[in-house]
């Protein structure tokens, strides 16, 4: 079994900043891409960064120079340093691998159960 587990959520003024933490844990052979997304009230499930295995970034253009997604591979862990933040950001933020159970097992898509983020004017 693996399992996604976020951490660091919270409420914080606008401008401020927050670090969100996603470690992934139990049957893992190797990952692949590792990402946040995030929903707010109302709205679809969007992308904010992916991280591949090698380091590669990359951004939704809505917090691009204000996001930074960062990977220790040694601890299959994934981390959302958030600055400036704004009301606009103000949402369940979720973590997802890309990641093989096994060796002999294809790739598999999971998610963390999400951690609120809850930006005040």
């Known amino acids: 079994q693996v399992q996604l587990v976020e951490s660091g959520g919270g409420l914080v003024k606008a401008g401020g900043s927050l670090r969100v933490s996603c470690e992934a844990s139990?049957?893992?052979?190797?990952?692949?891409?590792m990402g946040w997304y995030r929903q707010a009230p109302g709205k679809s499930r969007e992308l904010v960064g992916t991280i591949t295995s090698g380091g590669s970034r990359s951004y939704a253009n809505s917090v691009k120079g204000r996001f930074t997604i960062s990977r220790d591979n040694a601890d299959n862990t994934v981390y959302l340093q958030m600055n400036s933040l704004n009301a606009g950001d103000t949402a369940v933020y979720y973590c997802?691998?890309?990641?093989?159970?096994?060796?002999?097992?294809?790739?598999?898509?999971?998610w963390g159960q999400g951690t609120q983020v809850t930006v005040s004017s």
């Open positions: 997802n691998a890309v990641l093989k159970p096994s060796s002999n097992s294809g790739f598999r898509n999971y």
């Open positions: 139990g049957s893992i052979f190797s990952i692949n891409v």
